[in-house]
């Protein structure tokens, strides 16, 4: 799955490792690695939240802005992501190849929310038609060892749940309306994100999925399912990348595992952003 090459050596201790259920890294199959989520941390957005795990570091900025809604949906407003893969991240991320790829992350991700409904659209509409929040996510992969996807939105439903939008009054009636922000910062609003599911990623190495591959078991994957999860376990999401092919048994084994690491992932982001920025996980 990934184009990071290894020896039969290290192809063959990786295999040998998933097959006893004690990975290189000391891990069992089910081991979901420690992550750090800091939330809150870039001052000129309207939120933000990083991720670290292991070698793997994402930034996510938030910024709601006002804008025209979609013509198809002239009672809501949107969110639109944006994925920049630094070429300093991975060598993988050189040329057109980080381009693509951050263009594939962004649509996974607008795809996710989308089918699962999780943001509440029609409060961010503001005159219907006419003006709406446009909330924009900026996400930045600084740094790459694996697990982009489950990281980015791990970081993505921080930096959400970090966002404070400018409460504002509409003035006027008919085509006379205005909006007036208030001038307070401290006049906000919240977006609410129970409902924000995450990604949880599980590759297939021999008959044995495991969970949140590392780069190097990533290499050594014939296919990877990443899974939409949201708080209460429920499937919101199911994509495959790579040719290989499993049971529907292992399927069935694969997608309730990922259902009861994405409940855990999501309790603890709750915990982050309900205690002290510098909580490590």
């Known amino acids: 799955m990934a184009d990071r090459i290894l ?20 891990r069992s199959c089910r081991d979901y690695r420690s992550f750090e989520l800091r939330s809150g941390i870039v001052s000129n957005t309207s939120g933000s939240a990083e991720i670290k795990l292991e070698r793997t570091n994402i930034l996510v900025g938030v910024k709601a802005e006002i804008g025209q809604p979609n013509p198809l949906n002239p009672n809501k407003g949107r969110i639109e992501f944006f994925v920049d893969c630094s070429a300093l991240a991975s060598p993988k991320f050189e040329g057109r190849r980080g381009e693509d790829l951050g263009r594939n992350l962004a ?11 999780c943001i509440d659209l029609e409060s961010l509409s503001i005159i219907p038609g006419q003006d709406c929040w446009i909330i924009y996510v900026d996400a930045l992969v600084l740094e790459y060892s694996g697990g982009v996807l489950d990281c980015l939105s791990i970081a993505v439903k921080g ?7 400018p409460k504002l009054t509409v003035i006027g ?15 906000s609003t919240s977006i609410d994100t129970n409902n924000v599911p995450v990604f949880v990623s ?38 495959k990348e790579g040719a290989g092919s499993f049971k529907h048994r292992q399927y069935n084994e694969a997608i309730s595992l990922a259902s009861e690491i994405g409940v855990s992932v999501i309790e603890k982001i709750t915990l982050t952003n309900n205690t002290a920025p510098e909580k490590m996980l």
């Open 7 to 26: 020896s039969d050596f290290e192809i063959s201790y990786i295999k040998q490792g998933v097959l006893a259920d004690m990975r290189s890294d000391g």
């Open 202 to 239: 599980l590759s297939l190495i021999g008959n044995q999925f495991i969970v949140d591959a590392s780069h190097e078991e990533e290499a050594c994957s014939l296919c990877q399912l990443s899974v939409g999860v949201n708080h209460k376990g429920s499937i919101c999401s199911i994509l």
């Open 107 to 117: 649509h996974r991700l607008s795809d996710l929310y989308e089918n699962s409904n």
């Open 159 to 165: 930096a959400l749940a970090n966002t404070k939008i």
């Open 173 to 187: 009636e008919g085509e006379e309306q205005e909006i007036e922000i208030s001038d307070n910062p401290f006049d």
